[in-house]
């Protein structure tokens, strides 16, 4: 052959595009049916689940640091000449922050 790819080479090409092409389309099935029964489950366990008893169902309360100021005081120093405010380093400034006792989802 002049010029072109040789015939074994063609071959082997076209079986690893057909196993690699597999491989991924089998990796894409499983991911969207293990995301489906996820959010499945998850929809079920929050219509019998009891709201959480800290957030009160929200998934969000107050910053408890800033207080839901968005800044906090701060200095470098243990007596401060200057004290500076700075972004709270919990809630980065948001004023809220995500329940530790649901995670942010709502219910127990």
Do not use: E, H
Request: charged letters at 15%; aromatic letters at 6%.
């Amino acid at each position: 052959m002049m010029g072109g790819v040789p015939q074994p080479l063609r071959a082997m090409g076209a079986a690893a595009a057909v196993i690699f092409g597999g491989m991924l389309g089998l990796s894409l099935a499983s991911s969207v049916t293990v995301r489906a029964i996820r959010a499945a489950a998850d929809a079920k366990r929050k219509t019998v689940a009891l709201p959480c008893g800290v957030c009160r169902g929200k998934g969000f309360y107050i910053c408890k640091l800033c207080k839901g100021n968005s800044t906090i005081q701060w200095s470098p120093l243990y007596d401060p000449v200057a004290i500076n405010p700075c972004v709270c380093p919990t809630c980065d400034g948001n004023r809220v922050q995500k329940c530790l006792n649901c995670l942010g989802k709502g219910y127990n």
